[in-house]
C-alpha cells in the first residue's frame, strides 16, 4: 500500500514563475491537507479538500495561492508569480479519519 | 484565534536521560495529536489522546493530556540517539478542518 506520494521533491522557480506541487494521498483516503514549513518553524495550515471540494482555506493567503483536488487525479497547490518568501517545504497529508499521513514534502526555492 | 504552543524549543540531552516536552492550547481541545519529524523527514503520527486526564505508553513515550483538555505532555524515558527528532502537538479545530501545529521541540540527543 503506497504511501502519500508528492512531487516533484524539488522545484527550483525564478521569482514571478508559477509553482506545481502535486499530491497523491492514499489509497481510499479522501482528505487532503496541505501544510507549509519554513526551516526550524512548525507547521502551518493552508488548507483542507475533499474530492472536488476545498472545505477550509483560512491559511492559504488570497492572492496567488490556489489548491484543488478534482475527482480523478492528485491534489494540486498552486503558486502563482512566487516570490523569495515562498521558499519552504510544503507537506501534504491525507486522512481517512482522524490520523495523518504525511508526504515527503516539496521543497520549493525561488531564486 | 486557537493557538498551541509548545516549550521547550530545543533540548539537549545525554543518553539515556529523560526529555519533557509540553503543549499548551489557548482554548479546549477535543483531542491532541502527537507527531515526530526526523531531520529532512516529513511529520509521523505517534498518537491521540482524546479523553480528560488520558495517558498512554508506547515504550520509553509516555503521553498524557491534562484534566482541562488545554494541555498535554511527551515524556521519553531514558533517551537514545534515534529518538532525534522534532516532536510536535497538534490539535484540530472541532470539526477537524484545520489542524494547528505547535511550533515543536527539537531533541539533540548526544550519544
Given amino acids: 500500500n503506497a504511501g502519500v506520494m508528492q512531487n516533484p521533491r524539488h522545484l527550483v522557480r525564478r521569482r514571478g514563475q508559477e509553482a506545481r506541487l502535486r499530491c497523491s ?3 481510499g483516503h479522501s482528505h487532503v491537507y496541505w501544510y507549509r514549513q519554513l526551516p526550524e518553524e512548525g ?3 493552508m488548507v483542507y479538500l475533499q474530492k472536488e471540494n476545498i472545505i477550509d482555506e483560512s491559511g492559504m493567503p488570497k492572492e496567488r495561492f490556489s489548491a484543488e ?5 492528485p491534489s494540486i497547490l498552486r503558486i502563482q508569480q512566487v516570490v523569495r518568501g515562498d521558499s519552504a517545504a510544503y507537506f501534504c497529508a491525507s486522512s ?3 490520523e495523518q499521513y504525511f508526504g515527503p514534502g516539496t521543497r520549493l526555492t525561488v531564486t | 484565534g486557537q493557538q498551541v504552543m509548545q516549550i521547550p524549543q530545543y533540548q539537549h540531552v545525554q543518553e539515556g536521560e529523560d526529555f519533557t516536552t509540553y503543549c499548551n492550547s489557548s482554548t ?4 491532541i495529536q502527537w507527531y515526530k519529524q526526523r531531520p ?3 511529520p509521523v503520527f ?3 489522546l482524546v479523553k480528560s486526564g488520558e495517558v498512554k505508553k508506547q515504550k520509553r513515550l ?3 493530556f491534562g484534566e482541562a483538555k488545554k494541555n498535554s505532555s511527551l515524556h521519553i524515558t531514558a533517551t537514545q540517539t534515534t529518538d532525534v527528532g522534532t516532536y510536535f502537538c497538534a490539535g484540530p479545530k472541532y470539526n477537524f478542518n484545520k489542524f494547528y501545529f505547535g511550533s515543536g521541540t527539537k531533541l539533540n540527543v548526544k550519544p
Fill in chain 1, 25 to 27: 494521498p492514499m489509497k
Fill in chain 1, 69 to 73: 483536488f478534482p475527482k480523478e487525479g
Fill in chain 2, 62 to 64: 509516555t503521553f498524557q
Fill in chain 2, 40 to 42: 529532512g523527514g516529513h
Fill in chain 2, 46 to 48: 505517534l498518537i491521540q
Fill in chain 1, 43 to 45: 507547521l502551518k495550515f
Fill in chain 1, 96 to 98: 481517512l479519519s482522524y
Fill in chain 2, 28 to 31: 479546549t481541545l477535543s483531542n
